[in-house]
T-cell receptor, first 115, second 112 residues
Framework: GAGVSQSPSNKVTEKGKDVELRCDPI?????LYWYRQRLGQGLEFLIY????????KSGLPSDRFSAERTGESVSTLTIQRTQQEDSAVYLC?????????????FGSGTQLSVL | GDSVTQMEGPVTLSEEAFLTINCTYT??????LFWYVQYPGEGLQLLLK?????DKGSNKGFEATYRKETTSFHLEKGSVQVSDSAVYFC???????????FGKGTKLSVKP
């Protein structure tokens, strides 16, 4: 596609439920990143993929968070047993390669609200 | 660990005013430095970058110089426009790492 697409754009869920957030990167981009932005905070790195592999998972906040990528394309971020502190905007970005000198293309994000 | 600190906003300026948004960093190696911008309703996009000390990045009238001695990368523009209203993020990356580290963002509002 023309840009990075994320869905849904907004998600309201109840505490304890599982949610899945989807990211469609720009076609041909081998690197894909997930960030989280809590209200009033900066972007918090969660995980990145090189192809379908995730070399660095150290940013995932807890074992309730997981992510996968298939076909060097779509990625899904799953949050199990959601908590209120998970409420944030979840941003996905892609780039031609991992070390492409910082030129990331971002989606518009998924606003997650946990009640 | 590596980190980025930028001035807190919001910053409100009149059109044609001079803009400075301060950014300092902490890094173990020799990072590349970036400014990203997020216009209302849009995703973050790269504004400018500098990959080594004393480099100056520039785009759309904005400039930032990589100052190793002061570990800074301040964003400047000589005459802001209403259309520059956005949130600006300073960021760094190290070659040994795969991700960008961002500051908290500074919201700029330019009034006509």
């Amino acid at each position: 596609g023309a840009g990075v697409s994320q869905s849904p754009s907004n998600k309201v869920t109840e505490k304890g439920k599982d949610v899945e957030l989807r990211c469609d990167p720009i076609s041909g981009h081998t690197a894909l990143y997930w960030y989280r932005q809590r209200l009033g905070q900066g972007l918090e790195f969660l995980i990145y993929f090189q192809g379908n592999s995730a070399p660095d998972k150290s940013g995932l906040p807890s074992d309730r968070f997981s992510a996968e990528r298939t076909g060097e394309s779509v990625s899904t971020l799953t949050i199990q047993r959601t908590q209120q502190e998970d409420s944030a905007v979840y941003l996905c970005a892609s780039s031609l390669g991992v070390h492409m000198e910082g030129k990331l293309f971002f989606g518009s994000g998924t606003q997650l609200s946990v009640l | 660990g590596d980190s980025v600190t930028q001035m807190e906003g919001p910053v409100t300026l009149s059109e044609e005013a001079f803009l400075t948004i301060n950014c300092t960093y902490t890094a173990t190696g020799y990072p590349s430095l970036f400014w990203y911008v997020q216009y209302p309703g849009e995703g973050l996009q790269l504004l400018l970058k500098a990959t080594k000390a004393d480099d100056k990045g520039s785009n759309k009238g904005f400039e930032a110089t990589y100052r190793k001695e002061t570990t800074s990368f301040h964003l400047e523009k000589g005459s802001v426009q209403v259309s520059d209203s956005a949130v600006y993020f300073c960021a760094l990356s190290e070659r040994s790492q795969g991700n960008l580290i961002f500051g908290k963002g500074t919201k700029l509002s330019v009034k006509p």
